[in-house]
């Protein structure tokens, strides 16, 4: 499964764009705020169904446009699929194959995604939020019941939530703590046999990227050993007081560890980008070794971030992985990343092959 072309309309600098992409590689090359990343932007939004450079979609509309429409050809087994998503100030609609898509998450099926870029350390400084989209994708991928259980959890936390901050009796607010009990273990369960999946590869690309060891943590977001039904039992009080559930899966926690200790307390910026970097192609290590379809690689700039060393032990990470490649640069040379089977340059949200 492979991005064969894409089109591109009014988003950001990017009025009217097409390109046909390689199976393999495809290089942009351009000057800064030529819309090289928006290019990439345009990808993961047809890949996950939001932009991993801001949650407002207000800020992905072209000036003076009230929609923006990103449109691709995935090849998958000889066949053509459609895959589109249009995004206005209402929210984003997507269709795949010429059905209207029931959730977004059917994009990341027909166009599994990810990105290096250079807010990567984000993923290891920030809270456990971006954490927990990392874990989800990939579990999300092995284990393709588990949106729909994500989905019927969050729906229930949403109602016992609502429930709490109205001042609702125990009673009532407790009506809904069956389906948050069997949806949230079986989602922890399946995050856990994951995470068990991933430590090996992340400690093997880890002794590679960084030289040291890097080791993961699952925290399920209630005590461990505690069934989930007794940790919101013995939460209500606090819930009610806090007019939130405050257990569950949607308090799980990954930790990143390097050298034993907790790894965004001793490591510098540039070392959370290769630790971010490491958690990523360890991902993609597992999903190519559990599926046969080809996750597309997103690097904006990377020469940008990395020293060269790094840069060619990434690269050698990359190349032995089956990874449908797209890379930005500010250099017309592609480099270490050896020879494009497509190359563009991008000036002023304009694209030409070359």
């Not at 992409?21 to 942009?28: G, K, N, S």
Request: glycine content about 8%.
């Amino acid at each position: 499964m492979t991005l064969r072309s894409l089109q591109v309309t009014d988003l950001r600098c990017l009025r009217n764009v097409e390109l046909a992409l390689d199976p393999a590689f495809t290089f942009i090359s351009g000057p800064n705020a030529s819309g090289k990343t928006s290019l990439l932007e345009a990808i993961y939004l047809l890949g996950r169904g939001r932009s991993f450079r801001t949650r407002r979609l207000e800020h992905l509309i072209a000036h003076g446009r009230d929609r923006f429409v990103v449109f691709g050809e995935v090849n998958r087994d000889d066949r053509i699929i459609p895959a589109g998503i249009e995004g206005s100030v209402k929210g984003l609609r997507a269709r795949i194959d010429g059905q209207a898509a029931k959730s977004l998450a059917e994009l990341a099926v027909a166009l599994p995604t990810q990105v290096i870029d250079p807010e990567v350390h984000k993923l290891i400084e920030e809270g456990p939020s971006r954490r927990r989209r990392f874990l989800d994708w990939g579990v999300f991928h092995v284990e393709p019941g588990f949106v729909g259980h994500w989905q019927t959890y969050q729906q229930a936390l949403r109602q016992r939530n609502a429930a709490l901050k109205s001042r609702q009796p125990r009673n009532v607010v407790s009506v809904w703590d069956s389906e948050l009990v069997r949806h949230g273990e079986i989602l922890s369960g399946a995050r856990q046999r994951y995470l068990d999946d991933l430590r090996p590869l992340v400690a093997e690309v880890g002794r590679m990227l960084l030289g040291r060891d890097v080791t993961l943590q699952f925290r399920s977001g209630w005590h461990r050993g505690t069934p989930l039904a007794e940790a919101l039992s013995s939460s209500w009080e606090a819930d009610r007081e806090r007019g939130s559930t405050l257990v569950g899966p949607q308090r799980a926690e990954l930790v990143v560890q390097i050298g034993g200790v907790l790894a965004r307390d001793v490591v510098s910026r540039g070392q959370q980008k290769l630790l971010a970097a490491t958690l990523l192609m360890a991902q993609l290590k597992l999903f190519s070794a559990d599926s046969a379809v080809k996750p597309i690689l997103l690097l904006d700039d990377p020469a940008a971030e990395l020293d060269s060393e790094r840069l060619s032990v990434l690269l050698e990470q990359v190349r032995h992985q089956p990874v449908q490649l797209v890379v930005t640069s500010l250099s017309e040379n592609p480099g270490v990343f050896g020879t494009p089977g497509a190359r563009f340059r991008c000036n002023a949200g304009q694209l030409t092959p070359y």
